[in-house]
């Protein structure tokens, strides 16, 4: 069953074209996301195998560098969040930017913006629009930058306590040299394997979160859709048109006379003008 289609009555609804614009944002990230969950799913391969290799030699290890990284995961998460709400919260003035500059770069309309003096005043409304997306996004990057440095420093603290751990461990005599060599190469592997879990774990939230744009978009049109039964409609066998007439605006006398039955029946049978 294919999306629901929308009455013509709903592209008139505040914010519509915003709403349709998310959701189409949210679709296309929908690809992303299956890419993403391959590498999540060769990350969390290979953090099995040097899980059970730092288990073996020292459990102590595997749950350090686990605390090292949670960290990032949670900073992930919510700077996620805040570029997600920048990007909401500018959809419109963006899709507004997006057609001013379509207007002023377009070849086949540069000679009707000469002619009706319009390149001043899309310019204003382009500069305008780039002005509040800037606007939102410095605004967006402070606690932002606040959240990713915060989150890298402690992940950076984490993992020099695990380094620490290991260290502890050799000087204490609970681990030799060789088995530390060991740990090392297991304790390399397991934190590239769990940075790239972190890593595309938080982007396929963040694809996530525009992807429920496009769901949300879907529930909603379809509270807009008229059902229909499955009967279909005959062709007309005749079609009337009773006193129908037109006026042009502004204008008093009808251009179009009203027209009746008998009016249309008169000029069906009315013979053709010969064209000399």
């Keep these: 069953m294919g999306d629901p289609t929308p009455e013509l009555a709903a592209y008139g609804a505040e914010g519509f074209g915003d709403r349709s614009q998310a959701a189409e944002i949210g679709a296309l990230r929908a690809v992303d996301l299956a890419d993403d969950a391959k590498t999540l799913t060769n990350g969390l391969v290979q953090l099995a195998s040097a899980a059970v290799v730092l288990t073996t030699l020292h459990p102590l290890l595997l749950g350090v560098l686990l605390l ?11 700077a996620a969040r805040v570029d997600y709400r920048v990007h909401d919260q500018t959809i419109s003035a963006r899709n507004v ?36 997306v800037e606007m939102r996004e410095v605004a967006g990057a402070r606690p932002y930058l606040r959240i990713t440095l915060l989150a890298a420093s402690l992940g ?7 380094w620490a751990s290991l260290a502890g461990l050799v000087l204490a005599g609970a681990m030799t040299t060789a088995v530390a060599d060991t740990a090392v190469v297991a304790s390399q592997t397991a934190g590239r394997a769990l940075n790239s879990i972190i890593r ?46 037109y006026t042009y605006p ?27």
């Design 97 to 132: 930017r997006g057609m001013m500059r379509w207007w002023l770069t377009t070849a086949e309309l540069a000679d009707e913006l000469r002619a009706n003096t319009m390149r001043g005043y899309l310019h204003f409304w382009y500069r305008s629009m780039c002005d509040r």
């Design 68 to 78: 090292s990284v949670v960290p990032r995961g949670l900073g992930g998460v919510i």
């Design 200 to 245: 595309y774990s938080t982007v396929m939230f963040h694809h996530g979160l525009y992807l429920s744009d496009y769901y949300d978009f879907i529930d909603e049109v379809r509270t807009m859709t008229t059902a229909r039964g499955t009967a279909r409609a005959k062709p007309p066998q005749q079609i009337r048109l009773e006193g129908a007439s």
């Design 250 to 276: 502004s204008k008093e006398a009808a251009a179009v006379k009203p027209i009746t039955p008998d009016h249309a029946t008169a000029a069906r049978h009315r013979p053709a003008i010969p064209i000399k």
């Design 156 to 162: 950076g603290l984490f993992t020099l306590g695990m």
